[in-house]
Every structure is written in structure tokens, then in C-alpha cells.
């Protein structure tokens, strides 16, 4: 059996607006040389912590350039020969170190040198606060590394003496005076997500103007709105990709992929998706839905309609009293619809189905196979001669989606009920078929 002229649309879910340095990637922030401090950035420092024992604490005060947490950049931890921070990562995996200085005690070049390492990765070599952002001036510097089986990697090559039981070795070696530190930020995840590595600290920023510290360039569809990157309209912020994501084609926003607000054009918001219509059987609001929402039996009669459906592709050629069309199926009264091969039924007007749906029907199968539902677009139900069935539907990305279950092997000498849920899930993006094992009569 053929019913065509139905559409089928599978749609999509999901939210989050993070505007700073993510709390939930922050691993460790920490004040060096000062007391806890809760950042503009949404993550708290702790109090110094890690730092090798023989090295001292001060704070000098005072106003900070190119910073709004001025706090941590007063307040050092410094010494007067090599000493340095063992930081604790365990997990393998991705990280950005941001190494926090400012110069606070000395105000001409060529003082305070120092030169910073990771293990035998020089960071900055003979580092000059002063010369290089000038006095009293916040200086963040990222370093992306990769933690996996006890060893350290930098830009993919090993960095030796760099990881030793379970800690990051950081070590600040003395030119010229005393070497320190501000302050230490490790991030989970790499600069490729370019809001990690600027001093704006904003999600969705490609470049930060370090001077304002404000966003001059926002990543890919975003924009400064109130002086800060946020999503176009039309995408949504991906935390996991850390992009903003065009939402579904039918959708003009969406807080998610899944959760469409406002559907563009004449397109209609069904629970948090657009479709092109409002399914069958849901009000024009759809806004509701009754439980049935075709119920035909096609025993008892031979005028060629059968409620929804008729026979080929006009009502008024069909068994037994006018020239059927060749593919049209037969009438046996009291028996139903028999369907010799290629024979169909189509709906007398579009059939638009829920994002859900499940479909019961009696058959007698006595060969072959088919498809039970097709439209013009080619997503079809199609069932297989072991009894298999197939779905090939549209997603929300509008590619293909095709889910087969396992043979059912159907009885081929008695009345079967085929019965099957359609459900799409917004946690796989995909949709399944539940069928119930056949039921013979
Ligand atoms: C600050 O500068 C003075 C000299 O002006 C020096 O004696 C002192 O060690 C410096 N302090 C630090 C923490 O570098
Ligand atoms: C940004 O939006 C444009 C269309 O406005 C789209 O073609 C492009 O793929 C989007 N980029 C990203 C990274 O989502
Ligand atoms: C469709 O069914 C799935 C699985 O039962 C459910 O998680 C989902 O919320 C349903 N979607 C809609 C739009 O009703």
C-alpha cells in the first residue's frame, strides 16, 4: 500500500548564554601573593596556593592599567633566585595556562627581567614588564598545552621536565632583579576557542582591544551588543563548539538546536520546533492534539474515496463500475483494499505528520515488499519481505535520516497488525522506531 503526499519533518533542541571566561572551564585561579578575590569574569581566585616555600608575598596597591581586577595584578608573589608554581592537572587532556604579571615596584626598563619556563619551554624569555606593556599594566600571557599519560606537549612536541607527579612545573628564573607573579588562570580546552586568549576574558570574542578591554571583533556571527559578543539572531551560542550556530533552517531564533522561539515565514512553533504546517490533527494554533488522528477503514465500501485516501490519482476511475487506473487497488468488499504490485492509495490533500507519531494497520501480506507511507520528496516507511521495516525521514539539518529494525519475519497466511511509534530524540538528534512484534489473527 502507497499513501502518498505526506510530509514529514524531524526538528530540532537545546540554551546557555555565557558572556565571560566559562566558571566551569576555570580548573584552578588562583591570586598569587594575595588573598581570595572574586572576579569580573564570573570565576573566583583562591588565595596563593602551590608556589615553591621559600618564595614571598606582597602587595604593592595602586591603580592597574588594561585590567578591571586590578587585586590580583597589586598583589605578587616573587623571589630572589629561581622559584616557581607545582600546579596540580590530573586529567589528560587540552589546557590554556594564563600567567598573570603587572610591574608594580619598578617604573624603568631594564630593572625587573626574568625569564618564565615550563619545564624546558621557555614562555618568555628575559621578560621585561615594563618595555613590553609598561608600568603598573596588566600582562597575560597564554600558554595551550596538552596533558596525556603523564606528559606534557606544547605546539605537539614533548616538553621535557615539565610534568612530575601529577604537577605542572612553572619556574621563573632571575635576569635582573626579583622574578614574579600576579596571578595563574588553567582553562580546560584550547585557544583555538579564541575567547580564552585575549584579556577581555569574553566568550565570543575574537579580539580584545587590551587598552579598553572591550571586544574589537566578535567570532563568527556575533556581534557587541552592550559592549559585548552575543550570538546573531538566527544562531545560538554551542557551548560544548564554542560557536554561534545558525539555528534550524525553518527557525528565525532559537535559544538551542532544539529550541526554536520565533519559525520564519508562515512556518508554525510545534513544541519548540518549526514546521511548515501544523501536523494533522493538531488545532491551527498547534497547539493541541487528539489521539487519533486518522481512523479509516477501508472494508466496506467501492466508491474510489475512502476518507483521507482514494484509489490512483482520481476519485472517479476506480473498481468496479468505472475504468480503474492501472495501479489502482482492488475493493473486496468486507475484506478491504487488495494491493497487486506497484498499487497504491494516495491522501486527497497533503498530510503533514507530527514530529512523533505511530501508525497501526491491519494486513494481509502474501508476498513481497513495499513501502507503506512515501511522499513526493522520497521519505518513505518501507517494509521488507523478512518483515523488516525501514524509515528514511528528514532531520532538522535536513539531511537523511534511516533507521531499520530487526526482521520480524510476519505470518504471510494471516491478518497481522502492524504497529509502530516514530519518535525523534532531541539527545541523539535522531529518530527511532519501536514496532510491536506482530500480531496474528
Ligand atoms: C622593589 O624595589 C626595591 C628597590 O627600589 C627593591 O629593593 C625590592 O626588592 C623590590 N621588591 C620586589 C618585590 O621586587
Ligand atoms: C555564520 O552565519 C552564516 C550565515 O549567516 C553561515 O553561512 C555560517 O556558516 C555561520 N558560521 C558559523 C561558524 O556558524
Ligand atoms: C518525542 O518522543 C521522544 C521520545 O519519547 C520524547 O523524548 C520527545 O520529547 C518527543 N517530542 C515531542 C515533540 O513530543
Known sequence: MKVRQLYFALISLNLLAIYSLDASTIVLAINAGGSAYSSSFGFSYSSDIYYTSTSKASNKGGNIAHTVNEFIYQTERWDSVTWGYDLPVSTDGTYVLILQFAEVNFSNTNKRIFTVKIGDYVVANNLDLVATV?????????????????????SGNTVSGAYSA??????????AENPKLSGIILVSGDCSVADYCNMCYQARCLVCNAATLTCTTCITNASTISGVCQCNLGTYWDVSSRKCIICDKLCSSCSDKFSCTTCLGTNVLVSNVCLRACPYGFGTSCASVSSAVI????????????????????????YFFNTPEILDPI???????????????????????????????????????????????????????????????????????????????????????????????SSTSSASIYNNQWLHI
Do not use: C, H
Open 134 to 154: 609598561g608600568y603598573r599594566t596588566a600582562y597575560d600571557i597564554f600558554i595551550t598545552f596538552t596533558l596525556s599519560s603523564n606528559s606534557v606537549s606544547i
Open 166 to 175: 601529577g604537577k605542572l612545573l612553572v619556574r621563573f628564573y632571575l635576569v
Open 295 to 318: 481512523d479509516q477503514n477501508f472494508a466496506n465500501y467501492f466508491y474510489g474515496i475512502y476518507g483521507l485516501f482514494q484509489t490512483g490519482t482520481s476519485s472517479s476511475s476506480y
Open 331 to 425: 475493493p473486496a468488499k468486507n475484506r478491504g483494499l487488495y494491493f497487486s504490485g506497484g498499487s497504491y492509495i494516495q491522501t486527497t490533500s497533503t498530510v503533514y505528520i507530527s514530529l512523533n507519531f505511530s501508525i497501526g494497520i491491519w494486513v494481509w501480506i502474501l508476498s513481497g515488499s513495499g513501502d507503506i507511507l512515501t511522499n513526493s520528496y522520497g521519505y518513505k516507511i518501507a517494509l521488507s519481505s523478512s518483515g523488516a521495516m525501514t524509515i528514511i525521514l528528514e532531520s532538522n539539518t535536513e539531511s537523511v535520516i534511516t533507521v531499520t529494525t530487526p526482521a520480524l519475519n510476519p505470518s504471510n497466511s494471516a491478518w497481522v497488525y502492524i504497529s509502530f511509534i516514530i519518535s525523534f530524540s
